[in-house]
Structure formats: C-alpha cells, structure tokens
C-alpha cells in the first residue's frame, strides 16, 4: 500500500508559478545602481525586490517579451540592452510552492528617468544593496553583476550605461568603474578605434576646464560588439 501510494505522488504533475524578474542597472556618477520596486502583495509584501510579472500564456509571446513588459511597467523605459541571465527554480524559494523564475537584465543610459510609482534606484556595493532582498533576488541581482562585469571585459556593453552623446573619457570611466581598476588611456583609446564600434557627432562637442572633447555615440545601440582581446 506504502508503495502504491508512493508511485502516485511520484507520478503527480505540478504546475509551477512562472515569472520574469528582470535586473535593471544604471550608472548614476560612478556608482552602479539597481532598480528595485515595493511588492505590492503578498508574499513579503511592502519589501524592496527587483522587478518582476507572471509570465501571461495568452499575451506574451516570447520570455523576452515578458521581460520586456515588465522593464516597460515598472521603469517605465525601453532598454536597447536586453539579456536572458539564466532559470532560478526550487520548492522552497517561493512560500506559495514550486516556481521558477526567468531573469534578465537590462542597461539603461544615464539619462533614463525617474522610475514611476514605487520604484527606487539602490546604489550596489560589492554586489549588495542596503536592503534585504526576498526570495532568492540577492542571488539574482549577484549573478547579474558577475555577468556584466564579465562582459565589460571583452565588448562594448558600457555604452548603454551612458546617455545617446559621450566623450571618450566618460566611456573610459564606466569601463573603469564596472572593472575597478584604471585603464591606460593610450591603449584604451586605441583598442576603441580598432573595434570601430562609435561613430564621432559632427559639429558636437563638450566644454570643460581644458580643450573641448568630441562627442561620440554608438554606431547601432542593438549591436554588442566582441573585442579580440580583453581590455
């Protein structure tokens, strides 16, 4: 009987609660920030997470599209630097039962705006924030940063930190920023022109406390280049 009754329970299917949660990142000064937003229900209801929505069967056609969906509700912007991390999935990290989780993460300009309703940016610190995070988002936001941070080394990934028009020293700086280390700016240079990625504005410059900088932009925001080498 312990036996029959133990081949039902293994043959019983379950349907897990599916979601997207997506990590959105900015560059505010030379600070890594995260969008985190307040649930609104339960659980942990009134707590700071990042981003997320049920993945919709009769509306989203892809996962990118529901990440994309909830990047639109919750900061209220269209990052043109969108990436799958990976499947987060268990019986406990949700108290409601078995689920899994989607996550992305999206780039956003230092020109993006203010997230709407309950939305705040979080400064990251050594891949924390000041807050507890619920479920198993600590881990997502950790794995996130490891990411990009890895890509930094060998593409052009930190111009979608940086507003539409830069100069080489800021884009030198998010490089310097996410890598946490200084770059020779000789070779940096160097290694920018040969991967040809920007384009120079014409007629546009930045005034400072020296000579006058050009401004640079991406020559196609959709577009990650991959460097032959790293930086």
Avoid: C
Avoid at 5 to 27: C, E, H, M, Q, R
Avoid at 65 to 76: E, G, I, Q, V, Y
Avoid at 95 to 108: E, I, K
């Amino acid at each position: 009987m312990a036996i029959g009754k133990t081949i039902a329970k293994s043959n019983t299917w379950i349907s897990p609660i599916a979601t997207v949660d997506v990590v959105i990142l900015k560059l505010t000064d030379k600070t890594l920030s995260v969008l985190l937003s307040r649930r609104a229900e339960e659980p942990a209801r009134g707590t700071w997470a990042l981003p997320g929505g049920f993945i919709r069967s009769n509306e989203d056609s892809s996962l990118e599209d529901a990440a994309r969906r909830t990047l639109a509700a919750k900061a209220d912007a269209q990052s043109p630097f969108l990436e799958q991390l990976q499947t987060f999935g268990g019986p406990t990290r949700d108290p409601r039962g078995w689920s899994l989780t989607v996550a992305y993460f999206a780039l956003l300009g230092r020109d993006a705006i203010d997230p709407p309703g309950s939305g705040r940016w979080f400064e990251v610190r050594q891949s924390r924030v000041e807050v507890d995070l619920p479920f198993d988002h600590k881990d997502i936001l950790a794995a996130a940063l490891e990411r990009v941070r890895r890509k930094v080394e060998y593409s052009s990934v930190p111009v979608h930190l940086l507003p539409e028009a830069f100069t080489l020293s800021e884009l030198q700086d998010v490089y310097e920023t996410l890598l946490e280390r200084p770059l020779d700016k000789s070779a940096f240079r160097k290694k920018i022109a040969a991967m040809d990625f920007l384009e120079p504005i014409a007629g546009e410059q930045r005034r400072g406390s020296n000579r006058p900088a050009q401004l640079f932009r991406a020559r196609d925001t959709k577009r990650l280049v991959l460097f032959d080498r790293l930086v």
